[in-house]
């Protein structure tokens, strides 16, 4: 992985995690593929040249468990330390701080000096590029905006969809992961709850989790009519929106 072309390692929590984690990893992976200068390397996509695919494993399997597939615990060092070694840069998930897998590994794309991306540094440089290329999305934003406390009791003047922005684009979205992330896992396990309810074929995409979320406000201003919920339901359809770009785009 030299040449011309700067890879980035995509870092981040698996196991304990449904299908272990490997929606956030394909997310993380096409975002960095479309809108920005590296090419992304994801060790669910070095799982999966493996042969594995955690879809094909027992509903009721137990995530903490590594299968016998991946070649097991350290074959999955050895290729991750390698992957890091080759790469130029780290992309950080939410959540990698509670992973031991992706703490050494971006201990060791601090010792070769590689750029950190994602949760683990603003990187202010990098944002730039990311933001103009895919700016609602972006996993680099790291807003530090605050919304107005008083919007509850309706005595605050401040625009909702500015407070709505305001709310999905900081701590929300650094604490659970941008919407078409974050939607993705909860996607992912409605289609494994209610699936059997579905068309063959058919799955729920993040946009359907956005939508649920609108029609929850708008079943609750019904019984009661605060301002807060009419935010939440601007907030969620931001995220609608978000989630449609990422997901391909809107029909013509």
């Known amino acids: 992985m030299s040449g011309l072309t700067k890879f980035c390692y995509i870092a981040g929590p698996m196991t304990g995690i449904p299908l272990f984690n490997f929606p956030a990893f394909d997310e993380a992976r096409d975002f960095l593929n479309r809108a920005s200068e590296y090419r992304a390397v994801s060790p669910a996509d070095m799982d999966r040249e493996l042969g594995f695919d955690p879809t094909t494993l027992l509903k009721d399997w137990d995530w903490n468990v590594i299968p016998a597939t991946t070649g097991g615990l350290n074959a999955i060092i050895d290729r991750c330390y390698t992957a890091v070694m080759q790469c130029d840069a780290i ?10 897998g992706a703490l050494a590994e971006l201990a060791i794309a601090k010792w ?10 603003p990187a202010a440089e990098y944002n730039v590029h990311i933001d103009n290329a895919f700016s609602e999305a972006s996993y680099l934003r790291h807003s530090t905006v605050k919304p107005d406390v008083s919007v509850k009791d309706g005595s605050s003047t401040e625009d909702i969809l500015d407070i709505a922005k305001a709310i999905t684009s900081g701590d929300r979205q650094n604490t659970y992961g941008p919407p078409d992330q974050d939607f993705r896992r909860t996607a992912d396990m409605w289609t494994a709850l209610f699936g059997h309810m579905l068309r063959e074929g058919v799955a729920f995409e993040t946009w359907n989790v956005a939508q649920a979320m609108v029609l929850l406000k708008l079943s609750r201003l019904q019984h009661s009519r605060t301002r807060d919920s009419v935010i939440d339901a601007a907030g969620y359809s931001r995220c609608m929106d978000i989630c449609y770009r990422a997901g391909g785009g809107y029909q013509s």
């Open 91 to 100: 992309f950080l998930l939410p959540g990698w701080e509670k992973s031991k």
């Open 112 to 121: 070769r000096g590689l750029k950190i991306l994602g949760d683990g540094q």
